[in-house]
Every structure is written in C-alpha cells, then in structure tokens.
C-alpha cells in the first residue's frame, strides 16, 4: 500500500497516481508517442536517459517512496520534460491493475527490483504472477518487458517467472533466450552505472508480448501466430 502522508509532511503535495476503477493513460501523459513505463525510477536517472534517447516516447515513472515520486517529478517539469515524462507516487502492483486501455503500452522496465532478502519481506517484492498479468493486459503486442538485475538468483527467479507466464516469449540475443548481453536502450539506472564501474555481472532479460488470438486472449505457447 501507498503511504499516506500526514498534511505536514514535506513531500505531502507529490504527485499521486489517481483514484478510481479506471485511470486513463493518455489522461496522465496526453500525446501520440508510444508509452513506456519504469517500476521504481528511484531517482530518475534511467528517465533522463531514456528521455534523451527516444524523445518520441511518452514515458511513466511509478515509485512508491513518496519523496522520490516528488522530486523527480519536479525535475522533470523544471527541464522542460513534464509534458511527456511523469514521475507518480504509487505501489505499481496495485496502479497498472487500474490503468487503462488494455495493449496500449510499449514497454516495460524494472531496474534491479525487490531489494527485500527476509522471508517477511516476501509480501512486498514487485515482481510476481499479478503484476505478471497486469503487463501482459498493458502491452501491445509485440510489446517489450525488461528486466535487470546484478544478483544471480533473482535472475533465475525472474527468468523462471516470466517464462511460465503464456503471454510472454523471449526475445534476447539467442532464439528462445531471454538474456542479452548488453543494454539496448541507451540509457541506464543509476544502480546499473554503479554495477558496470565496479565489474559486477548484470543478468538483463527481454521478452515479447505474444501475439492475442481473436477475442484478445494470448495465443498458446505452441500455437503459430501467423
């Protein structure tokens, strides 16, 4: 759950994602470019990056630490980025099963997400079967999930995750493998920087949103999408 700040709090004013059953994306972020999405910007080091480098795209920030959603926010609209960049205080699992219309966004990113080790922790880790199917409504078809990150296990928990899911299929650097070797997006997260100068290996996995069969539901693994 999102906090909710007390009226004096510093950061009280942050920009939220809305209330309500259905929350629009071209309401939040009006325009004709592609939408693209960042679960927990942090910072909002990959925003600028990626900013820079598709200045086509309409891009979203969803971070649930309330001080990072307003400043960064802030930043954006002090450089001149408001228009099609937006930093949005919100838990991600809970905004993405809100936002509307279905296959409307581009991609996805998540930057070395769910830092929690202990298993009481096990309740806020981001990644799991919701938000799974959250991101396969959202998605175009064709449609791209990213995900990074620098602790090998999390790798192989993510990879076993994704690929059960019928929605997806990989789309790294070998047919049928998710893993890429390199970056392709021209811009990094603050914590990817920090990995590559100090020589840690960084699992980056790529996938595709499968094709929907006729009435929207997503072809079978198996089945042919010509």
């Known amino acids: 759950m999102v906090f909710q700040p007390r009226p004096n709090h510093p950061y009280a004013d942050a920009p939220r994602f809305p209330d309500g059953d259905d929350v629009s994306i071209d309401a939040l972020i009006p325009g004709a470019g592609p939408v693209e999405i960042e679960i927990g910007?942090?910072?909002?080091?990959f925003l600028f990056e990626r900013?820079?480098?598709?200045?086509?795209?309409?891009?979203l920030g969803l971070e649930i630490r309330l001080k990072w959603a307003a400043i960064v926010d802030g930043?954006?609209?002090?450089?001149?980025?408001?228009?099609?960049?937006r930093a949005l205080n919100a838990d991600a699992r809970e905004?993405?099963?809100?936002?509307?219309?279905?296959?409307?966004?581009?991609?996805?990113?998540?930057h070395f997400p769910d830092p929690w080790w202990k298993k009481?922790?096990?309740?806020?880790?981001?990644?799991?079967?919701?938000?799974?199917?959250?991101?396969?409504?959202?998605?175009?078809?064709?449609?791209?999930?990213?995900?990074?990150?620098?602790?090998?296990?999390?790798?192989?928990?993510?990879?076993?995750?994704i690929g059960a899911h019928p929605a997806f299929e990989p789309a790294g650097d070998a047919p049928g493998s998710p893993h890429l070797a390199e970056n392709p997006y021209g811009a990094r997260s603050p914590r990817e920087h920090h990995a590559i100068a100090d020589g840690l290996p960084v699992s980056r996995l790529r996938y595709r949103r499968r094709p929907r069969a006729a009435g929207g539901a997503p072809l079978d693994?198996?089945?042919d999408a010509g």
């Not at 936002?99 to 991609?107: E, F, N, T, V, Y």
């Open 51 to 59: 900013a820079a480098a598709s200045p086509e795209a309409r891009l």
């Open 41 to 45: 910007p942090g910072r909002g080091g």
């Open 221 to 223: 693994p198996g089945q």
């Open 95 to 110: 905004a993405l099963a809100r936002l509307r219309p279905d296959a409307s966004i581009a991609r996805f990113f998540l």
């Open 75 to 85: 930043r954006l609209r002090k450089g001149g980025l408001g228009g099609r960049v």
């Open 120 to 161: 009481r922790h096990t309740k806020r880790l981001v990644m799991g079967p919701a938000l799974l199917d959250s991101l396969a409504r959202l998605l175009v078809d064709g449609g791209e999930l990213f995900v990074q990150t620098d602790v090998e296990e999390r790798g192989a928990l993510y990879a076993d995750q």
